[in-house]
């Protein structure tokens, strides 16, 4: 509805009159009066008149600005839809890239499985290593790629690449520097280190002394491998170092055991004492059938079959009656046993015995000769037989005590029961050691004494049938 502004301000003239005329009526001059009033109504329509041009300006600039907008809210409309078309196609195209993505998730998955996989693969290959002491912080790179919680980019891939490449070329090579380890007294020093691809690492300390050295469990140390490397190995280390020689002892193995082993300087005497009373008694067993088994070998090792020509030289002197003659050139001889029981049987030569005497006789004389020729035989079998015995008394006993201590701290150390049983069967196996060797000395001499014994019986037989045929010969 459309507003008359000029009636509303007659309307509120006209009030305003009524409120002066209120007024007036108590006045004593209304020709005055009237004259104020319509001097407030021209006044009054004045402002009216004033009122409805500010009013129509006000309804076009905001006609016009109410233009402005519907044009502004048409424009953003017109973006609001260009807006969702391109919301639309955005959501398509996510919806597009989210099914490509779940198809080459499993590939992903598998990727960032072998990268990961890798990394473990290079944080293990750091460790335990002598190339690390050179870059100690690669441990922790690799450590970080495998905690990473993002799937690992190129960058990544790229320093694993770096990694696995740079481990191959120093594999290679041999480096030289001076740097810092643990030495054989567990403090840290310096010196001369020359590493040999990943095998092996020598060490020069300021004072000479040279040796092997292994990493520590991170690779990040190196410390020195203890005891003594034997004098042949010390020297060639050293003149490595000095550049005499381009031939070192290495550790294919790269582990440190061949090292260990060259470095035990476990003696007989330590070997001894970690066996016990038992191996001491075994030891003066083996020690006590050695001196008896030089004795015989000397007595024995001169001891010897008589020869065709002795027998001959002996046999005419039988002959001709030349007892005596006879006797002699065999005490001549009395390094062969044979000969020692044939001047026995001299004595009855010349008594024309028959030849049960003559039997009697040999048999006589070979028994003489048995004690000096089975001289500490016997002890040779006991000592045989005895050592594993004491070997094996000696386990039994190291098992016991072994058994002891499990009880009293229970099997949570397998290593300690470990050791324990190696060292109880130390004696077992000393005691075997000792006796093979002896149960073989003892059947060399026992075949030795033997054929010494067959030749006296076959010798003094055929010396007995010459004596008889004599006194055949010399009755007829």
């Known amino acids: 509805m459309k507003i008359n502004w000029k009636t509303v301000t007659v309307c509120i003239g006209t009030l305003f009159l009524i409120a002066l005329g209120s007024q007036a009526v108590a006045a004593d001059n209304w020709g005055e009066v009237a004259r104020q009033v ?58 597009a890239l989210k099914k490509d993505l779940e198809n080459e998730q499993s590939e992903i998955d598998a990727i960032e499985g072998n990268v990961r996989a890798i990394a473990k693969e290079a944080v293990s290959e750091s460790r335990d290593n002598p190339i690390t002491a050179e870059d100690p912080e690669r441990t922790a790179r690799m450590e970080g790629i495998v905690t990473m919680r993002q799937f690992p ?85 050293k003149d490595f170092f000095n550049g005499k020689t381009n031939v070192a002892p290495i550790d294919p193995s790269a582990t440190g055991a061949a090292f260990s082993k060259l470095t035990e300087s476990t003696d007989l005497r330590d070997w001894m ?23 015989r070998l000397i007595t024995l090792g001169t001891k010897g079959k008589a020869s065709k020509k002795v027998m001959d030289q002996i046999r005419d002197l039988a002959e001709k009656g030349q007892f005596q003659e006879a006797s002699a050139y065999c005490k001549s001889n009395s390094r062969v046993p044979t000969c020692r029981m044939i001047d026995g049987v001299m004595d009855h030569a010349g008594e024309g015995g028959s030849l049960e005497v003559l039997e009697n006789a040999l048999q006589e004389a070979i028994l003489k000769q048995m004690p000096y020729l089975e001289r500490g035989m016997n002890f040779l079998a006991l000592c045989g037989a005895v050592a594993p015995l ?61 054929k010494i014994v067959g030749d006296m019986q076959e010798k003094g037989t055929a010396f007995a049938v010459t004596l008889l045929k004599r006194q055949g010969s010399v009755e007829g």
């Open 273 to 295: 004492d970690q066996g016990g009373i038992f191996m001491w008694v075994i030891f003066v067993v083996a020690s006590l059938a050695l001196l008896v088994g030089i004795e």
């Open 153 to 237: 980019g190129m960058s990544v891939i790229e320093q694993l690449t770096e990694f696995f490449f740079k481990e191959i070329a120093e594999r290679g090579k041999i480096r030289r520097r001076t740097g810092t380890f643990t030495g054989p007294d567990g403090r840290e020093t310096t010196g001369d280190i020359i590493r040999v691809g990943k095998f092996t690492t020598y060490y020069r300390m300021q004072d000479g002394k040279v040796g092997f050295l292994l990493p520590s469990a991170t690779g990040g140390k190196l410390v020195a491998v203890r005891g003594d490397i034997g004098y042949k190995n010390r020297n060639q280390i």
């Open 38 to 95: 319509l001097n407030e109504q021209e006044q009054s329509e004045a402002g009216a008149q004033q009122t409805e041009k500010w009013l129509k300006m006000d309804q076009a600039e905001l006609k016009k600005e109410l233009a402005d907008r519907q044009a502004e809210s048409k424009a953003e409309s017109a973006k609001l839809d260009a807006l969702k078309a391109e919301f639309l196609a955005l959501t398509k195209k996510e919806q």
């Open 390 to 450: 004491l070997g094996l008394l000696g386990t039994v006993t190291g098992m016991i005590q072994t058994f002891k201590v499990i009880t009293d701290v229970g099997t949570g150390d397998p290593a300690m029961m470990a050791d324990g049983i190696s060292v109880a069967l130390l004696t077992t196996q000393f005691g075997l050691i000792v006796a093979v060797p002896i149960m073989f000395i003892h059947h060399f001499f026992q075949r030795k004494v033997d």
